[in-house]
């Protein structure tokens, strides 16, 4: 079974020096729990609600300076 064929919307990029307040913001917003790092040409990793939580939040890193490459 392709991925493609279960999942329920297209997949959502972000650029890898985005910081983790907008990161959460747009899943918040868009109400989704994952999102591609890079482009539709180019994946080079993902991020998760809860890579947020366990690799910044629970650390006590700053949500304004970390980004998304830091924690993904």
Known sequence: ???A?????PLDYI???TPIRDV???MRREDIG???IGSPIELIGVVTDRD?????VASGRSPQT????DVM
């Open 15 to 17: 650029g890898p020096e």
């Open 34 to 36: 994952f999102l591609g």
């Open 1 to 3: 079974m392709q991925v």
């Open 24 to 26: 959460a913001q747009m």
């Open 66 to 69: 970390t980004t998304v490459m």
């Open 52 to 56: 947020i939580v366990t690799r910044a």
């Open 5 to 9: 064929r279960i999942m329920s919307r």
